[in-house]
């Protein structure tokens, strides 16, 4: 059997950035592969000794109340915690952005996050899984060419802090994708979508950390 630690997701000989995948639970495969296309070496993040090393993180979507309770067991909340404190870039989708956002609405009893993003964020903000939903939006900061989101059961920003800029809105003006420094957040899954060019804009910054770091 193939275990997740063994699965080859991503070319181990690729010149990128190491770019972690938090791998608990969610749709990291999908990530991986984006990511391992557009020639990052791939970590699956499972334990406290992945965190280290890794030039970046993806947090997928998935189950953020599952996410934080598997990531305390296992032990990587406080190092991811810390990275993050100290500047590591990280994308956040659907899941992912509740995980990295400071403040939380409607979370269950005992939720935990990661924190580190400026912004109040709500988990399913777009109801059951039944009413998921696509659209195209316009982020400037990707090209003139508008992304198609895919959301299901996504979070929405409800409110977003003096430290951190959207980077799309829907057309009701409520806030779906955000960015701060090297934190990036989107309520959406570019990573099922066939469009890349958000995984190439954190890229980016993973590889204009690397090089200020160097």
Do not use: W
Not at 66 to 83: N, W
Not at 96 to 110: N, Q, R, S, V, Y
Not at 159 to 178: I, K, N, Q, S
């Amino acid at each position: 059997m193939v275990s997740l630690r063994d699965e080859s997701l991503g070319a181990t000989d690729a010149a990128g950035p190491t770019v972690g995948v938090l791998a608990l639970q969610g749709d990291f495969r999908e990530h991986a592969r984006v990511l391992g296309e557009l020639g990052a070496r791939v970590v699956l993040v499972r334990r406290p000794e992945d965190v280290e090393g890794i030039d970046g993180l993806v947090i997928p979507g998935g189950e953020s109340t599952v996410m934080d309770k598997l990531s305390r067991a296992f032990g990587v909340a406080e190092p991811l915690k810390r990275r993050i404190a100290e500047g590591l870039p990280v994308y956040g989708t659907c899941a992912g952005l509740i995980m990295i956002a400071d403040t939380l609405l409607d979370t269950i009893e005992g939720q935990r996050n990661l924190g580190g993003l400026d912004v109040v964020v709500r988990r399913n903000a777009f109801g059951s899984q039944n009413q998921s939903f696509e659209t195209d939006l316009d982020v400037p900061a990707l090209g003139e060419r508008p992304v198609h989101a895919v959301f299901i059961r996504g979070p929405v920003v409800e409110a977003v802090g003096e430290r951190a800029t959207p980077l799309a809105t829907l057309a009701d003006g409520r806030v779906v994708a955000v960015e701060q420094g090297n934190l990036v957040g989107t309520s959406f899954h570019p990573e099922i979508q066939g469009d890349h060019r958000f995984h190439e804009y954190f890229l980016a910054k993973v590889r204009a950390a690397v090089t200020a770091a160097a």
